[in-house]
């Protein structure tokens, strides 16, 4: 057993102890499920779900879930200017012009890094040059909220060694403003995100051992 996987069984030892009796090493049970919404975006199921018990049987509870596509987020580095992409444009869910990192839905049969290169491309007017424009720091995949959408965010860091400036595309009612600002400013606007904070919390600690190791190569 890895020291992670062992890490984990501890962990479900210890929360096991305030169990009020469903089994959470059990199987699930999708009893039934109603389409009751879709939008331009995203769809709503409306669901009867089966939780096992601890001493058999089951207990039954009724969710919503939003389907959503998954998408990809980015956070994009100029090495040469060590400067960051950002953007402006309205968001529903906080009724207001937000700042963030460029980021859009997956397409059908697109992988990861070719929808980060798309968005990246119609939304920023950005396009990386050469064989080694590009270097892809994969974050990792994060839900946007478990608790109710299966929206999957594919979280990078673009570092762009060399790139070019192109027209943008957008759709026709997508309204973004992109600028490159330097980390420090990044640092110090008010992005309120999570996927976006998560990108940009990877890159602190990329710079702060980057600086680790700069100071300690100087000493």
Known sequence: ???EAAD???VDALLDESSDGVDMSGTVTVLDSEHVYQGAIFGVDDMRIALPMRGGGRTVIRRQVMRHAPCVVMLVH???NDRYLIEREYRIGCDAFA???PAGLIDRGEDVEEAALRELREETG???TG???IEFDHVGQFYSS???TDEL???MVLHLRSWRPVERHFDGDEHVESAWISWQRLRDTRITASNSMIAILHEQIRRNRQNTVKSSFES
């Open 1 to 3: 057993m890895s020291n």
């Open 8 to 10: 984990e069984t501890q």
């Open 78 to 80: 100029d090495c040469a």
């Open 99 to 101: 700042y963030g990192l």
């Open 126 to 128: 950005v396009e990386p």
């Open 131 to 133: 064989h080694d424009g």
């Open 146 to 148: 478990e608790g109710m």
């Open 153 to 155: 965010a594919n979280i």
